[in-house]
Every structure is written in C-alpha cells, then in structure tokens.
C-alpha cells in the first residue's frame, strides 16, 4: 500500500479485500478513472497476498478440528434423526 496514492486497498489474511481507501482528491479524477484505479490497487494488493503453506502446523490443526466436528454433526443428526423417527411412530401408533 502506497500512502501517497489516492487509492489505496489492503487484503486481509484470508487474502479477500480488508481495507479500501479513496482519498477526497480522489473525486476529482472522474468515476471512469477512479473505478480504474480501484481496480488497479485491489488487484495490487491481492497479487501481493501469499497464502500460508499447506503443511503449515495451524492449517493442520484447523483441518483435524473441522473434521472433528464434521463427526460430531454427523452423531448430533443420526440423534436428531432418531428421535424424530421415536416420536413419528408414537404418533402413528
């Protein structure tokens, strides 16, 4: 990000648009010229975004905790579901 520029952006760590910044002297150059330099400096920031690597200890970590719950939704359903099948056959006994 270049303080003197007019435009500036920034992406956050998910490497999405965090910050967009239009500078009032920026009105002056027109809607066609300042949408052309918004998209310049998203484009900027973003190609300047590195991903974490993929064997990254934290990404590990994410990974194994998004399986455990996956598992622990797929019990919660298989449970939900039981008891609905519990309650629908009472009701039609």
């Known amino acids: 990000m ?8 920034e ?7 965090a910050a967009l910044h ?7 150059l027109g809607s066609t010229e300042l949408a052309r330099r918004v998209v310049e ?3 900027a920031a ?3 975004y590195e991903q974490p690597p993929r064997d990254s200890p934290g990404l590990d970590a994410l990974l194994q905790r998004l399986d455990e719950l996956e598992a622990q ?7 939900v579901n ?3 099948d519990d309650t629908l056959r009472r009701i039609t006994e």
């Open 2 to 9: 270049q303080v003197d520029e007019p435009v500036t952006a």
């Open 11 to 17: 992406v956050g760590e998910d490497g999405l648009l």
């Open 22 to 28: 239009i500078d009032p002297r920026a009105m002056r």
């Open 41 to 43: 400096v998203v484009r």
């Open 46 to 48: 973003q190609r300047g």
């Open 73 to 79: 939704a797929d019990r919660d359903f298989d449970y």
């Open 82 to 84: 039981s008891r609905l």
